[in-house]
């Protein structure tokens, strides 16, 4: 009786210690990655920039991405054509059409969806690079030639993310204004100056400003997360391939969800 | 030169190193061997500071390594030279621009003294007319040259060398033991070589640290090591130089012979 009695307080006294274990491990890692971007911005603002390796980096995020930006701008003004222009037209509101789409664009679609797509595309391929430099000393032998890691591998995508988003996050806008154009005017017959008339009304500059706000924050995010995961690699998700793999994943999906949650916040502030 | 003192560090509570101590002097290159798992790169990674022990000291040319930061450690991290188990060239430069970087970035050298240099380095360890290839482009022997071309372009006191021969075949892996020390009699550098070429590596060293759960177990000639009397020596020669055990291969020795003696 009395062993089984000790056994139960054992088994609790165990619970509490590994649990306690795993939210330290948890604060741990907050702080770290916390660490992480303070460093990033002290050396984004503190010279030398590596000017070459960002407009490289401007390259890689920016431009190369915009196809994709094209593709999914487009379509999602479309879709947004059809769903906006039934369900504007139940309420005989359809001449509302190019509001609605410009104001779900430029504040909320626009700068959200092309952070996601950031992120598959480029996001993911900063932390494999990142990870690869890490698991394969490149990152060390960085350090012992006396060179700052951050400078060379995590400001210059800093700087990059905050010069193309905004500028990507735009594109996006202005083609899917046009995919909604095309599926709102010439397909359902709005007429072409209700829609970008109503819309010049209704869209005014503290939308697109909203709209900057968002995408030079998740320009930041983006960044922030996929380079700490990379620099992390063997530390915090194992070494070798299967490391880099998981670390991939983890900024993508960390990424991804961060996106969203901190869409919410602005939105709640900038209101 | 290198003062190791009394140095502790562990893992997730694995203890790798239990209080190493360790003196090398001026001019002198050691061989740091061992069984793997030992903790031979983890002490040569505190040397050169890519790691802070739990306890202990490593003093370069008098210095604290491990208590170094920012600038100061930069310092002592520009005369030391690393040549890492998989070389770590940069994949996105050619071996002339891996060899370059470090006096590019760290150095106001001009671009034509640079060039000058790169070629007499990359001349040195036998790789002229592969400048312009990637590290994915040229052998694994190749991509230690380059590397080692790298570590010793900033004209190092200190040389570090992590396993410099692992992956090579035979020949390549002496090939590039012989070019570690006829660099060292060229520059007269300090060095530390972490590896498992017993016997081969003695002939180029002046003493050997054998590690053995987490401390120097051993630390004099490599002559002296070969006719250690210790049976941990022994041992780890035997299994090196792959000398018979004295009762047969251990596959054929019969399970029950200890209860039978």
Same mark, same amino acid.
């Given at each position: 009786?009395?062993?089984?009695?000790?056994?139960?307080?054992?088994?609790?006294?165990?619970?509490?210690?590994?649990?306690?274990?795993?939210?330290?491990?948890?604060?741990?890692?907050?702080?770290?990655?916390?660490?992480?971007?303070?460093?990033?911005?002290?050396?984004?603002?503190?010279?030398?920039?590596?000017?070459?390796?960002?407009?490289?980096?401007?390259?890689?995020?920016?431009?190369?991405?915009?196809?994709?930006?094209?593709?999914?701008?487009?379509?999602?003004?479309?879709? $947004?054509?059809?769903?906006?222009?039934?369900?504007?037209?139940?309420?005989?509101?359809?001449?509302?059409?190019?509001?609605?789409?410009?104001?779900?664009?430029?504040?909320? $679609?626009?700068?959200?969806?092309?952070?996601?797509?950031?992120?598959?595309?480029?996001?993911?391929?900063? &932390?494999?690079?990142?990870?690869?430099?890490?698991?394969?000393?490149?990152?060390?032998?960085?350090?012992?030639?006396?060179?700052?890691?951050?400078?060379?591998?995590?400001?210059?995508?800093?700087?990059?993310?905050?010069?193309?988003?905004?500028?990507?996050?735009?594109?996006?806008?202005?083609?899917?204004?046009?995919?909604?154009?095309?599926?709102?005017?010439?397909?359902?017959?709005?007429?072409?100056?209700?829609?970008?008339?109503?819309?010049?009304?209704?869209?005014?500059?503290?939308?697109?400003?909203?709209?900057?706000?968002?995408?030079?924050?998740?320009?930041?995010?983006?960044?922030?997360?996929?380079?700490?995961?990379?620099?992390? &690699?063997?530390?915090? &998700?194992?070494?070798?391939?299967?490391?880099?793999?998981?670390?991939? &994943?983890?900024?993508?999906?960390?990424?991804?969800?961060?996106?969203?949650?901190?869409?919410?916040?602005?939105?709640?502030?900038?209101? | 030169?290198?003062?190791?003192?009394?140095?502790?560090?562990?893992?997730?509570? %694995?203890?790798?190193?239990?209080?190493?101590?360790?003196?090398?002097?001026?001019? !002198?290159?050691?061989?740091?061997?061992?069984?793997?798992?030992?903790?031979?790169?983890?002490?040569?990674?505190?040397?050169?500071?890519?790691?802070?022990?739990?306890?202990?000291?490593?003093?370069?040319?008098?210095?604290?390594?491990?208590?170094?930061?920012?600038?100061?450690?930069?310092?002592?991290?520009?005369?030391?030279?690393?040549?890492?188990? =998989? =070389?770590?060239?940069?994949?996105?430069?050619?071996?002339?621009? %891996?060899?370059?970087?470090?006096?590019? !970035?760290?150095?106001?050298?001009?671009?034509?003294?640079?060039?000058?240099?790169?070629?007499?380095?990359?001349? %040195?360890?036998?790789?002229?007319?592969? !400048?312009?290839?990637?590290?994915?482009?040229?052998?694994?022997?190749?991509?230690?040259?380059?590397?080692?071309?790298?570590?010793?372009?900033?004209?190092?006191?200190?040389?570090?060398?992590?396993?410099?021969?692992?992956?090579?075949?035979?020949?390549?892996?002496?090939?590039?033991?012989?070019?570690?020390?006829?660099?060292?009699?060229?520059?007269?550098?300090?060095?530390?070589?972490?590896?498992? !070429?017993?016997?081969?590596?003695?002939?180029?060293?002046?003493?050997?640290?054998?590690?053995?759960?987490?401390?120097?177990?051993?630390?004099?000639?490599?002559?002296?090591?070969?006719?250690?009397?210790?049976?941990?020596?022994?041992?780890?020669?035997?299994?090196?130089?792959?000398?018979?055990?004295?009762?047969?291969?251990?596959?054929?020795?019969?399970?029950?012979?200890?209860?039978?003696?």
């Amino acid at each position: 009786m009395t062993s089984d009695i000790e056994f139960g307080t054992l088994a609790r006294m165990e619970l509490i210690r590994r649990l306690g274990a795993f939210v330290l491990l948890r604060l741990y890692r907050m702080g770290v990655m916390g660490l992480f971007l303070v460093k990033a911005f002290f050396y984004a603002v503190v010279p030398p920039v590596k000017i070459r390796r960002v407009i490289k980096q401007v390259h890689f995020i920016g431009f190369q991405s915009t196809i994709v930006i094209l593709l999914t701008g487009c379509f999602s003004g479309m879709v $947004l054509g059809f769903q906006g222009y039934y369900s504007l037209s139940r309420f005989g509101s359809d001449a509302f059409l190019g509001p609605m789409i410009g104001l779900s664009l430029i504040k909320e $679609l626009g700068p959200v969806l092309t952070a996601l797509m950031v992120t598959g595309r480029a996001g993911s391929a900063i &932390t494999a690079e990142i990870g690869i430099m890490r698991i394969s000393e490149q990152i060390d032998a960085l350090e012992l030639m006396g060179l700052n890691p951050y400078r060379y591998l995590v400001v210059p995508n800093f700087l990059a993310g905050l010069i193309s988003l905004p500028l990507l996050t735009a594109i996006f806008d202005v083609v899917g204004i046009f995919g909604g154009y095309l599926i709102g005017v010439k397909l359902l017959g709005v007429g072409v100056g209700t829609y970008f008339g109503e819309m010049s009304s209704y869209v005014g500059m503290k939308d697109v400003l909203e709209g900057l706000y968002k995408s030079l924050s998740f320009g930041i995010l983006i960044n922030w997360v996929c380079c700490y995961k990379g620099y992390y &690699t063997s530390i915090f &998700t194992g070494f070798g391939a299967e490391g880099v793999s998981k670390a991939t &994943t983890q900024a993508v999906v960390l990424s991804s969800v961060l996106i969203l949650v901190w869409d919410y916040f602005m939105t709640g502030l900038l209101y | 030169m290198i003062r190791i003192e009394d140095l502790h560090k562990s893992f997730n509570g %694995n203890t790798v190193l239990k209080g190493v101590s360790l003196e090398i002097r001026e001019g !002198e290159v050691i061989a740091l061997i061992g069984g793997s798992g030992e903790g031979k790169s983890v002490l040569l990674k505190h040397v050169a500071g890519l790691m802070k022990p739990d306890r202990g000291r490593v003093l370069v040319n008098g210095n604290d390594i491990a208590s170094s930061r920012g600038g100061y450690l930069n310092a002592l991290r520009s005369k030391l030279g690393f040549l890492f188990q =998989g =070389g770590a060239l940069f994949d996105s430069m050619t071996v002339f621009e %891996n060899v370059a970087f470090p006096l590019k !970035e760290r150095t106001r050298t001009g671009r034509k003294e640079i060039r000058d240099r790169v070629l007499k380095e990359l001349s %040195n360890v036998g790789l002229s007319g592969s !400048e312009d290839k990637f590290p994915s482009q040229i052998s694994g022997g190749m991509v230690k040259r380059a590397a080692l071309a790298r570590a010793l372009v900033g004209n190092p006191e200190i040389m570090l060398f992590d396993e410099p021969t692992t992956g090579l075949d035979p020949l390549i892996g002496l090939s590039i033991l012989k070019l570690i020390d006829a660099i060292h009699k060229g520059l007269g550098f300090t060095g530390v070589i972490v590896t498992h !070429e017993v016997p081969r590596v003695f002939d180029i060293v002046d003493r050997v640290a054998f590690l053995k759960e987490g401390k120097v177990f051993a630390y004099c000639e490599p002559e002296e090591f070969m006719t250690s009397t210790k049976p941990e020596v022994k041992e780890f020669l035997a299994g090196s130089l792959g000398r018979p055990h004295p009762e047969g291969p251990a596959l054929f020795r019969p399970c029950n012979m200890d209860e039978d003696e």
